[in-house]
Each structure stands twice: as structure tokens, then as C-alpha cells.
């Protein structure tokens, strides 16, 4: 099987968001959800709780982000 780019999910204090996605996006991350959980043995419950470690990962991984984060001016 694949190695997906997240890992199971922390459980952390969230910061309450409301967001519109596109039904095609939803229905992406319930197999997202399906798949991570079959792979780490737990289950992920609400596809919700992927939108947070998909965008830190995202940025994570953003070399033009972290170069900009790194030079911007106080």
C-alpha cells in the first residue's frame, strides 16, 4: 500500500473555522478518512479533522512559503 503524507490525527485544541468546500473536495476527504484510517488502525471519525494536518503539511512542505517566512521583513 501507498505511504499517505498524513499520519494519524492529534488530538489538539481546536481553533473554530467555518468553510464552504466543493462537494468533490468533500467527498475526497471521506475516502481520505476511509484509506488513513484502514492504514493506521484507527479511525479518523469526522473527514473535518483532515483539513488541519493537510494544510500544516501542505505548508510544511512549501519551499517558496518557508523561504518567504524565513526573509520577511519585523
Known sequence: MAKLKLGAI????????????????????????EVLGRETGQPVGEPVRLIAPMIERF?????AFAKARRIRLP
Open 10 to 33: 492529534a488530538d489538539d485544541k481546536p481553533v473554530k473555522m467555518s468553510i464552504e468546500l466543493p462537494a468533490a473536495v468533500h467527498r475526497d476527504l471521506l475516502a481520505y478518512a
Open 59 to 63: 505548508m510544511a512542505t512549501d519551499r
